[in-house]
């Protein structure tokens, strides 16, 4: 059973920077996409950014230019790079990871981002 592990969250203070990290508990094989997603009560989980097996990266547009996604392709890691973060970045985040055969994707337990003065 393939767990995903998320790791980074807390608490922030406007303009400040967070690292989140998702590993995979175990070995995942024929992967499209990893990537984050975000959450905020009474709306609908949103993509954050992704990363394509390509290398291909997608980026939501409140996050350009502050938000960085990466990956340890050894690890089955994903990285999400904050920066210059805003109140509005709060939510909860979640990984993400999508496959070509089933299971289609697995899903993080979610790590909490507040950003407040």
């Known amino acids: 059973q393939v767990q995903l592990v998320e790791s980074g969250g807390g608490l922030e203070q406007p303009g400040g920077s967070l690292r989140l990290s998702c590993a995979a508990s175990g070995s995942i094989s024929a992967i499209v996409a990893m990537g984050w997603y975000r959450q905020t009560p009474g709306k609908q989980r949103e993509l954050v950014a992704e990363?394509?097996?390509?290398?291909?990266?997608n980026y939501h547009d409140s996050v350009k230019g502050r938000f960085t996604i990466s990956r340890d392709n050894a690890k089955n890691t994903v990285y999400l790079q904050m920066n210059s973060l805003k109140p509005e970045d709060t939510a909860v985040y979640y990984c993400?990871?999508?496959?070509?055969?089933?299971?289609?994707?697995?899903w993080g337990q979610g790590t909490q981002v507040t950003v407040s003065s």
């Open positions: 990363i394509r097996s390509g290398g291909t990266t």
């Open positions: 993400n990871i999508k496959r070509f055969i089933a299971p289609w994707e697995y």
